[in-house]
């Protein structure tokens, strides 16, 4: 006897809890990982909008800006909560992902068990979901919250339809449009819900019979004009889409539409082929663009042939045909041929909703097959649990790789070392940890795979400068730029770093300008610019300059003192060597500026690996003292750190004593607690170091 209905939704209850609380155990761990250099950057680190809340000039920008390539308002919305509620670092967007997708779990949970009235399928199905180790990259990597925001209002879409099914209402068809609106604001993908609706029409919800039967067609017809508004978002949508990403339209390296056919039907089995068999995941599949003809038919073939099967069985397993198209019809936007790019063949994150399909055609076979023999029960339920519990413990081992970046490019370059992307992103993890000279061999090799490309020259000439091989630098960014883009900005604005570094303000001036004619408002350039000519001596264009910048709002420089502060913030970001360089140009000319000697001084004394030994800061600092009309507190206080640096400890205090009785005079609380620290430091015999 069957338990009644309050009881069975009370179950429903207790193992929806058991499955929200299995999901969030198995992602936790992502809460403590890092940002990964992979558009985590552009999305978030380096993005102002999102890194200063729920402003109104941010939520105007999230509605108003096509940004990446995609127009997305709630994923940046979603992001800009993140910070406001948990500040900017990555723990508060791997909270939400986490969440995002335990909740998206437990919904599709509810809606099979509403739909169908089965609690332990339902429970399988969502399961199968949840846990899959495809899903790792969905969860832990936050650029990909696209997958988890737009999931929660798929499945939100799909409890809406259960009710406008049982009883029809422009209230609950409009909630069913909401959702996917608000889906389809944060994640194209959600193209793919009327379809699916219309399949979960046939079954679970029976609400047209059989649509091989003319009798049913009239029923058929009233469905697809219920879903009319829903097709017409559809399209909308694919439309933007369209005219955002036009490597959907553009056929590279002369591949042909046909060619772009032919790859279609092999892809869909890559795809089952790694569900099936979640090993060696990565985040890049490197595409193999080489259509094999022979292959493809097979592939057509087998696609045919297992769709005619369970449409022919259709009548006594309706779920198999539904499942199957489910994620025929779901992965269908994102299949190598439809999307097209040189990038990847494949993605894990791509089976995101595609793979709910699988689940559901499993799981009811499973329970069919049980039904049908019962002395398969424990060895078929066994056999899933053990499948769950296999998938479990590979996310759990996956999970790791998307720590931080160098975890997630190390394990990319092990899977695809002839990858562009490999190749730069791994260079780019290296730079993080310091290895520069590491980091040279695989930008030039990404330069190698890509010799039209910009980026990869660009990142090898960056390496160069920081470890101050400005000479091979400048030679490497003219060959580039006469071989790929004269005119790139990228490549220029690098080639005037080099010629600065050098001493050759002069060289610098000309590319710098090229840069700027592509990227007017880049600030930074536009400061380097006015560097390059006050070095020069080309006061009156630097002013005007500096006029132009403040008629468009920017204050932070009226004149040259104002680049001091600029090249401090280079130094503190870890660029060394060019505010190093630019201290140097300025002392050549400006040799007796209090400012720049002082400054200079204590970066060089407090630095643990300064670009000039500590007896240049001794020199530079004394030379300020000896300039000023008279003794300064500050000026003292950078003397004794530099002499402190240098391992002169005893004159160390002497000077800072003196630095501190003046700072008395002066009535400087704030300059005496500091020097007072400093001077601690240096009676326990170490220097002082920021």
Known sequence: MKPDLPTRTRTAGLLLALLSALTLALFWPASGYDFVKLDDD?????????????????????????????????????????????????????????????????????????????????????????????????????????????????????????????????????????????????????????????????????????????????????????????????????????????????????????????????????????????????????????????????????????????????????????????????????????????????????????????????VWGAGDLISLRPKLKTPVIAAGLALLAAWGIRSRLQLPYWKESFTTFSELIDFAPDHFAANSAYGFALLEKGRVEEALVYFARAAEIKPKNTQAPADYADALLRLGRNDEAIAWLQQALAERDPNCPVLNSLLAFAWLDVGRADLAILPLRKALAHQPRNLGWRIELIRALFETGHEPAAFEEIRSLQGEGYVGIRGFDDLIPHYVNWWSSGEKRHAWNFFQSALRTRPDHLGLLNTAAWLLATDSAPPAPPEEAVRLARRAVNLAPAPHPGLLDTLAAALAATGDIERAQQTARQALALARQGQDPALVARIQARLAVYRAGQPWRE
Not at 285 to 299: F, G, I, K, Q
Not at 337 to 351: S, V
């Open 42 to 362: 552009q999305y978030i680190c380096l993005n102002p909008h999102v890194l200063t809340g729920l402003a109104p000039d941010n939520l105007r920008w999230a509605f108003t800006t096509i940004y990446q390539n995609w127009w997305l308002p709630l994923l940046w919305i979603s992001y800009m909560a993140d910070t406001q509620w948990f500040g900017p670092e990555p723990f508060g967007y791997h909270l939400t992902n986490i969440l995002l997708h335990t909740v998206t779990a437990a919904l599709l949970f509810w809606f099979l068990f509403r739909s169908t009235g089965s609690r332990w399928r339902s429970l399988f199905a969502a399961a199968c979901f949840a846990i899959h180790p495809l899903r790792v990259e969905s969860v832990a990597w936050i650029s990909e919250r696209k997958d988890v925001l737009s999931g929660l209002f798929f499945c939100l879409a799909l409890l809406a339809h259960v009710r406008q099914a049982e009883r029809p209402s422009a209230i609950r068809l409009g909630l069913v449009h909401l959702w996917m609106l608000l889906g389809l604001m944060s994640k194209s993908i959600l193209v793919i819900l009327p379809p699916l609706l219309l399949l979960l029409d046939y079954w679970p919800l029976a609400r047209a019979g059989d649509p091989g039967r003319r009798t049913t067609w009239p029923r058929w017809r009233r469905l697809l004009l219920e879903k009319s508004g829903l097709f017409v978002l559809a399209l909308v949508f694919i439309a933007l889409n369209l005219h955002t990403h036009h490597s959907t339209l553009v056929n590279r390296d002369g591949t042909t539409w046909l060619q772009r056919l032919g790859l279609i039907f092999p892809n869909y089995w890559d795809y089952l082929a790694k569900i099936a068999w979640p090993a060696k995941l990565s985040v890049i599949y490197p595409p193999r663009d080489l259509v094999n003809w022979p292959l493809s038919l097979v592939a057509v073939t087998a696609l045919v042939a297992v769709t005619l099967l369970l449409l022919r069985h259709r009548q006594k397993c309706p779920y198999a045909p539904v499942g199957w198209l489910w994620f025929l019809v779901a992965l269908g936007p994102v299949i190598r041929g439809i999307r097209f790019d040189d990038m990847l063949a494949y993605a894990d994150r791509y089976t995101y909703l595609p793979s709910i399909g699988l689940g559901i055609a499993l």
